[in-house]
């Protein structure tokens, strides 16, 4: 059905209509149709969640937002407790490689925000890089860190 990631498998429900396959969404809490993008998204969320401990109430889905009077959505954001962007995740289908254009992207996405970390995954590949806004610049990190070591 759908290339296997370098992520951990997980349970995730399907069901089957005449549209096509469709895939329960834990965070928005209803079925959305299954893309290969949407396959590495729900399969990053999981990971997140489980393996990196970060709290489901405090993730968001395609959040909205505006970039030179351009509706965009990011995919993936996770927000402190007080309500502040911590980390913005951007997903690509696993055909689409990462590139420059994807890292700009998530970029211009995070003038909004001023998130501490960004992720850039296609399932296969995932780069992890925290911003450092005195020194207006990124360290990439060697692996996406879990929810603890993101509140340091």
């Given amino acids: 059905m759908f290339p296997k990631l370098n992520l951990p498998q997980y349970n995730l429900k399907y069901k089957e209509t005449e549209k096509g396959i469709y895939v329960f ?11 290969p ?5 729900q399969q990053f969320i999981h990971f997140l969640i489980e393996e990196k401990k970060y709290p489901k109430g405090l993730l ?16 993936i954001v996770l927000y402190n407790k007080n309500g502040n962007v911590n980390l913005i995740v951007e997903c690509k289908a696993p055909k689409i490689s990462i590139s420059q254009e994807t890292f700009d992207q998530i970029a211009r996405y995070n003038m909004n925000f001023k998130a ?11 780069y992890c890089c925290k911003a450092d806004y005195e020194n ?8 996406i860190p879990n929810y603890t070591d993101i509140l340091k």
Avoid: C, P, W
């Avoid at 501490?116 to 995932?126: C, S």
């Avoid at 207006?136 to 692996?143: C, R």
């Fill in 25 to 35: 969404d834990i965070i928005r809490k209803k079925y959305i149709l299954m893309t």
């Fill in 136 to 143: 207006n610049s990124y360290t990439f990190l060697k692996e």
């Fill in 37 to 41: 993008e949407e396959h590495v998204r």
């Fill in 116 to 126: 501490k970390f960004l992720i850039v995954t296609n399932g296969l590949n995932h």
């Fill in 60 to 75: 968001a889905i395609e959040k909205q937002l505006k970039i030179y009077k351009l509706t965009k959505r990011t995919d």
